[in-house]
């Protein structure tokens, strides 16, 4: 059975999102980051070949003194995939498209950092 939904509902609320990130990211840009601004934003993407891509959770927030995009990708599992690396980079191309497309960025900004997060959810027999 996936625990997809529920791990969905869980953080889908900006307190458990800064919750994660205060307890895990031990650097000093976590430090820099203002958790009373952390924002949702849509993870439905149409790829250039017409295919949707349904991210699980995606999240900005404001970062030092300027408004970067640090967005989260919260991508949930039941066993272990040793491809999760090129799996995530396939969202990342998705979600910089999907920025770019938008017109939010100039041709003279940077793409904005991302952290990816996997949290696998393992069943115990």
């Known amino acids: 059975m996936s625990h997809d939904n529920s791990y969905k509902l869980l953080f889908s609320h900006?307190?458990?999102?800064?919750?994660?990130?205060?307890?895990?990211?031990?650097?000093?840009?976590?430090?820099?980051?203002?958790?009373?601004?952390?924002?949702?934003?849509?993870?439905?993407?149409?790829?250039?070949?017409?295919?949707?891509?349904?991210?699980?959770l995606i999240w900005k927030i404001r970062w030092s003194d300027e408004w970067l995009y640090v967005y989260l990708l919260l991508e949930f599992q039941s066993s272990v995939d040793h491809f999760m690396a090129v799996r995530i980079s396939g969202y990342l191309a998705l979600l910089y498209q999907d920025i770019i497309r938008s017109q939010k960025l100039t041709s003279k900004d940077l793409l904005p950092p991302v952290l990816p997060i996997v949290l696998y959810n393992r069943h115990l027999s």
């Not at 000093?28 to 958790?35: A, I, L, N, R, Y």
């Open 14 to 56: 900006p307190e458990m999102v800064t919750d994660l990130l205060k307890g895990f990211v031990k650097e000093e840009w976590g430090e820099q980051c203002d958790f009373a601004i952390l924002e949702k934003v849509s993870g439905s993407y149409v790829a250039d070949d017409l295919r949707d891509r349904e991210d699980d």
